[in-house]
Every structure is written in structure tokens, then in C-alpha cells.
């Protein structure tokens, strides 16, 4: 629970209705839990318009409390004034001369709410409770708001750069088929167009890593839920990666006794399956070996996926999960990604009241573990975990 404070600014030219508002607002607290927060007040003191002016030119309250008749200027003539800045106060008329003209000159100025004169404590309190209500709903819009701003930009910013590399390599190949000026082999050539249509694979795979990130964290993603053999999909998985596997003598192992089955999207599942043997595969050593265990225990479907290959750091580890996040160090340089994969997959570990973790240790190999409710996403969350022999080997 968050706990802040707000000040409040009483305008009266009356020094009882001062101190009648500071001693009813003391010590008194407004509970929100819609924006998790426990709001209490302090409350400073002015006895004019021009006073209350000097007071928030040089420190805004947050509400203000402003009688409509004062010496010299009244209030409305106050909010007239204020309405010319970019403050962010919100402000309740007293009166005890209200009427609709009023009400619709203070409204047309910025007010956002009336209190009659006379009013007791307890009404003080139930207008104070409405404005702050108000007063912090709009903040937490804004914050909001700032941080989806903050967020695109972010997220345009990475794309950028994660798209300049391969197009400027791209490119570049481009140029020297065009002009021919690497020579007259057309080995040379060969392997420029091999490492343009590599490099157009990578930006391929990251769209359709960015359109099923969007699907998914936007809800709009058709699923259709049917059970499915989670280590026939597994197997599937496999053979894809099978080929590239097979040119660098990795070794796949699946460890299931028996069919594991769950209800689930079918698509969802070989999504996450495709990223982690991939994965496993792309970052392996040569003649290095990819185990797969599936196991079904406690309501849980905990499928793990151990490398052999390069491993990380404890830090490194920690970050893995986020967008566009790919780990950058001499051992990973030359292997493409979007940075995409592992938060997908862990966002739609989610989907299912499971999680995706990983422990790994540099020069090592990595050990993926994720976890599946069988009984779908309608269902409460179950804990489940299992460790197979092979799995703790190859995380050895």
C-alpha cells in the first residue's frame, strides 16, 4: 500500500472556518484501494486571494478549498487567474451565497466542486474523500499514460536497432552483387546471397515474433482448446530442429514414458516447444547434446529442456525472459535471434497458471523448465515439479 500525503490550501477570510478546517482534516485519511493507496492531508492557511496566490505560486497544494466571497479579490477572480497556468490543482468553492450563476462561473473556470456554508466536519470529510478520489484517479491516468508512451518509445527504439544491422548487412551485399566489385568467383557471390537470405530469416522470424507477442498480450489471439499430447508435439519439435541438430552432431534426447496430455491451444504449445529446442540447438557446442523431459505431476504439465552448450551468468540469466533481450558476449556472437522467444514463451507459460525458469552456468549449458496447468487456463493453479536423471546430468 502506498501512503501519501496531500496538501490542502483553506482560502477564508474567516479565521474560525481556517481553523475549523485544519482541525477537521487532521489525522484524516482516505483509503483507496482501487489505486492502492492511503492518502492523508496537511493542510496550510490563507486569509486572502492575493495571499492564497503568493502561497501557490511558491508551492501548489494539491487541493484547494477557496470561498467565494473574500476582501479584495474573490474567488472566482482567484480561479480565473489559475485557470491561465498548467497547475495541477484541483479546486472546491465554498460559499455561502451559492446559486447557479455561481456554480457556472466557478465551473467554467476549473472548479470541480461546491461546499455550502454552513458544513460540518463530517461533510468536509465526504468532499475531501471525492476530490482526492478524483484528484488520484487522474494522476495514476497520466501515469499510465506516460508509461505507455515511455514503453512504445522503448519498444520502437529497440526494433529500430535490432532491424538496422541486417538491413544495412543487406544492403550492403547488394551493392556488390550490383556493381561486381568483389571479383569474378561466383563462390563470393554464392555466399553474399546465403548471408542476405540468413539475414532475411532473421527479420522474418522476428515479425512473427512480434505479431504473436501482440496477439497474445493483447487477448485478440483465436484459441481453441482441445487436448493435446504435449509429447507428441514435443516430438515434433524435434525433427524440425533435427536437421541444423544433425550438422553440428547435437544429440536430442526425449525423456517421456507415456503420452502427456493437457487441454490446451495446440498452437500455444508448439510455440513454446519450438523456442526452447531451438534455443538448445542454436546455442549448443558442436557435438553437444539437447535433453527433453515431460512429465505430468500434481494437476502440472513440467516439460525441461537441458543444453550442453554455452551457458550464462547468474545476471544474465535474470534478464533473459524480457523483450528483445538477447545476451551479448563473445560466446553468442554470430548467432541471430529477435530477442523474442523466451518472453513469449513465458508469457504464455502464463496463460496456463505456469511459469518459464532457467538455471545455467557459463561453458556449462542452460536448464529450461516450464510449467503447464493440464486442466487449462480455467482452472486454478496447480505447483507441480519434476527432475529426471538426464535432465540433472546435462545440468551438471
Do not use: W
Amino acid at each position: 500500500m502506498i501512503v501519501e500525503t496531500l496538501r490542502i490550501l483553506s482560502v477564508d477570510d474567516e479565521p474560525g472556518m481556517r481553523l475549523g478546517v485544519a482541525r477537521a482534516l487532521g489525522g484524516f485519511t482516505v483509503h483507496l484501494p482501487d489505486v492502492g493507496a492511503e492518502v492523508g492531508f496537511v493542510v496550510d492557511t490563507a486569509a486572502s486571494g492575493e495571499e492564497a496566490l503568493t502561497m501557490i505560486e511558491a508551492s501548489p497544494p494539491d487541493i484547494l478549498l477557496l470561498d467565494h466571497k473574500l476582501p479584495g479579490m474573490s474567488g472566482l477572480d482567484v480561479l480565473e487567474r489559475l485557470a491561465n497556468g498548467d497547475r495541477d490543482i484541483l479546486t472546491v468553492m465554498i460559499t455561502a451565497y451559492a446559486s447557479l450563476e455561481t456554480a457556472v462561473s466557478a465551473t467554467k473556470r476549473g472548479a470541480f466542486d461546491f461546499l455550502a456554508k454552513p458544513f460540518t466536519p463530517d461533510e468536509l470529510k465526504v468532499t475531501i474523500r471525492k476530490a482526492t478520489r478524483h484528484l488520484m484517479a487522474q494522476r495514476q491516468a497520466r501515469r499510465l499514460a506516460e508509461e505507455r508512451r515511455r514503453v512504445r518509445f522503448q519498444f520502437i527504439s529497440v526494433l529500430a536497432h535490432e532491424l538496422k544491422a541486417p538491413l544495412g548487412a543487406i544492403e550492403g551485399y547488394l551493392h556488390i552483387l550490383k556493381d561486381r566489385s568483389a571479383g569474378d568467383d561466383p563462390a563470393v557471390y554464392d555466399r553474399m546471397i546465403e548471408r542476405c537470405l540468413v539475414r532475411a530469416e532473421g527479420m522474418r522470424k522476428m515479425i512473427i515474433d512480434l505479431l504473436d507477442l501482440t496477439r497474445i498480450e493483447s487477448g485478440e489471439k483465436k484459441r481453441e482448446f482441445v487436448e493435446i499430447d504435449v509429447r507428441e508435439i514435443a516430438q515434433a519439435s524435434i525433427e524440425t530442429v533435427r536437421p541444423e541438430a544433425d550438422a553440428r552432431r547435437i544429440t536430442i534426447g526425449l525423456h517421456a514414458d507415456a503420452p502427456v496430455r493437457m487441454t490446451g491451444d495446440r498452437g500455444e504449445i508448439e510455440i513454446i516447444c519450438n523456442n526452447l529446442l531451438s534455443n538448445a540447438v542454436k546455442y549448443n557446442r558442436d557435438g553437444g547434446r539437447v535433453d527433453v523431459t515431460l512429465c505430468a505431476r500434481d494437476g502440472m504439465v513440467v516439460l525441461t529442456v537441458a543444453d550442453t552448450g554455452i551457458g550464462m551468468t547468474k545476471e544474465e540469466a535474470a534478464r533473459l525472459f524480457n523483450d528483445f533481450v538477447r545476451i551479448r558476449n563473445a560466446r553468442t556472437k554470430g548467432i541471430l535471434g529477435s530477442g523474442l522467444g523466451l518472453s513469449i514463451v513465458r508469457k504464455l507459460a502464463g496463460l496456463y497458471g505456469g511459469d518459464a525458469t532457467v538455471t545455467s552456468e557459463p561453458d556449462k549449458g542452460s536448464v529450461f523448465t516450464v510449467t503447464l496447468k493440464q486442466e487449462g487456463p480455467s482452472r486454478a493453479d496447480v505447483d507441480g515439479s519434476c527432475r529426471t536423471g538426464a535432465v540433472a546430468a546435462a545440468a551438471g
